[in-house]
């Protein structure tokens, strides 16, 4: 039986029975918190800029004024005495520094999982999702993301398979479950591009779905009760790369008109809603050292918290709460020239760039065999910075695909390298390119934040979001212990390098 043929009344005896069974042994000090709550929530808002370390938001406030004249939501938010400011502790169930999808399944079931799998526990159970959850209480579901709608942190709140690698397999568990879907990932949807050549958009379409591809039927007034926005192939562009791309910004809706829509369809959901809404792609940024890919994705995900809030204002009846699922590379602006006096000019610079390392990369292939030269035009054009020959000659070399001198491991490949190039340049360092143990910034607003104040696991947000709208379930559990035996069947998931 799926989860989402699951009945209200099994929902509720499965529950019971994994309290007793598994529930009791990973009880945190934590988690038996119980913060006075002035309102319950109708309908709840959980927003994640994916990998954001704490660097992240610290220099977007400061670059934000310098690209756009204004500060960020979020820093404003946080001096707001209304709002309730917290941290997230993020191990999975095999580490102490998670992956997404790990992460995504804490929120999203109450339990630790191994890095790679989605809502199923290393014996194989699967765990029902938060979205089923509220579905059945007969709220809407909605799930908004730069990444592909399939990728690891939305299908955390919807689907339960054991590796986020299968994507095609996620895409047919939203269906009849998540009422507003809107990303990229048309790849696993297109019977073209399936290699079941199953199609997906069909069956979505004959569900009561209406299918979006363009950035004006986002902006437009049709409100159709179930949306599959898939506006691009693989994941949505860096935002950086969307403003400064014409064609792109003419097809691709941004996140903040993304969550608008999302909300003014959900809304209307007379018994309330659930909403994830994700900046995905902070996370890709980070993994690639690619500080104005990053810096233009944060600020692309603070204008969709400015949505959020202002819906909050108008609907206090809703909860918002504000996070990321890990850090990712620890990037931070450093201390550059004579008494850290060149700091601040090192950030302007990072507002020239037209282009994420993709654009450069682009650049490099149309140019040919790189060299020295044309690595230097490139870097110009894309980023403002004029590197010496030197730097251009060792980012020439990697390239062609001669080993990278460096004796970080973890950047010896193109991104890395010129991750520590431009660092020269824009003083944003980078310890590596994966993500880290760090605890994450949590920030509520609405109906039921006090829930959110202090440090508590991750995991334990599905149990207050749930205790909140007053639904009562739990699923299984398994400690680290446990665990151990099946440390060998864990998920493999792919390398990705995302320039």
Not at 441 to 467: D, N, Y
Request: net charge neutral.
């Amino acid at each position: 039986m799926t989860p989402s043929e699951l009945s209200r009344r099994e929902l509720l005896q499965a529950g019971a029975a994994a309290l007793v069974s598994g529930g009791l042994l990973l009880r945190e000090a934590s988690a038996q918190a119980r913060p006075r709550v002035s309102r319950a929530p109708k309908s709840i808002i959980f927003m994640v800029s994916d990998g954001m370390s704490m660097g992240v938001p610290t220099m977007a406030e400061p670059f934000s004024h310098m690209a756009r004249g204004k500060g960020t939501q979020w820093f404003r938010l946080l001096q707001d005495p209304e709002a309730v400011v917290g941290l997230f502790e993020t191990s999975s169930l095999d580490s102490l520094v998670t992956d997404s999808s790990a992460a995504s399944s804490a929120w999203g079931s109450g339990s630790r999982v191994f890095n790679g799998a989605v809502n199923v526990l290393p014996d194989g159970t699967k765990l029902t999702p938060l979205a089923h959850v509220m579905r059945r209480a007969g709220k809407k579901i909605g799930l908004v993301t730069t990444t592909t709608i399939t990728h690891a942190t939305p299908a955390g709140f919807a689907a339960s398979h054991r590796s986020r690698d299968d994507e095609h397999i996620i895409a047919e568990q939203y269906l009849g479950v998540v009422d507003v879907l809107m990303g990229g990932g048309r790849r696993f949807f297109d019977p073209e591009q399936r290699s079941d050549k199953r199609d997906l958009i069909a069956e979505y379409r004959r569900k009561g779905y209406t299918l979006w591809e363009k950035r004006e039927q986002v902006r437009g007034r049709e409100r159709p009760e179930k949306v599959l926005g898939l506006f691009y192939n693989g994941h949505v562009p860096y935002t950086i790369d969307h403003q400064n791309t014409p064609q792109l910004w003419e097809q691709v809706p941004t996140l903040a008109e993304m969550a608008r829509t999302a909300l003014e369809i959900l809304s209307r959901s007379p018994k309330g809603f659930l909403l994830q809404i994700e900046g995905g792609r902070v996370d890709h940024a980070a993994h690639s050292n690619d500080a104005a890919a990053l810096l233009w994705d944060q600020l692309a995900f603070d204008d969709a918290i400015a949505v959020a809030v202002d819906f909050v204002r108008r609907h206090p009846d809703t909860l918002l709460v504000i996070t990321s699922d890990h850090g990712n590379s620890n990037p931070g602006l450093n201390g550059m020239g004579e008494e850290y006096r060149d700091s601040t000019k090192c950030l302007e610079r990072i507002a020239q760039a037209k282009g994420s390392y993709v654009a450069i990369q682009d650049l490099l292939k149309k140019a040919g065999t790189p060299t020295p030269d044309k690595v230097r035009e490139a870097v110009h054009e894309v980023t403002g910075i004029e590197i010496t020959r030197e730097e251009a000659d060792i980012i020439a070399g990697v390239a062609s695909g001669k080993p990278a001198p460096t004796l970080n491991r973890a950047h010896a490949n193109l991104a890395g390298i010129l991750g520590e190039v431009l660092s020269n340049y824009n003083g944003v360092a980078w310890t590596m390119m994966s993500h880290t143990s760090d605890w994450t910034l949590v920030t509520a607003l609405g109906a039921g934040k006090e829930m959110f104040a202090g440090i508590q696991p991750h995991k334990e947000a599905f149990h207050r979001m749930l205790r909140l709208t007053g639904i009562s379930f739990r699923n299984p559990e398994m400690t680290p212990e446990q665990a151990k035996r099946y440390l060998a069947r864990a998920p493999r998931v792919r390398a990705v390098h995302w320039v």
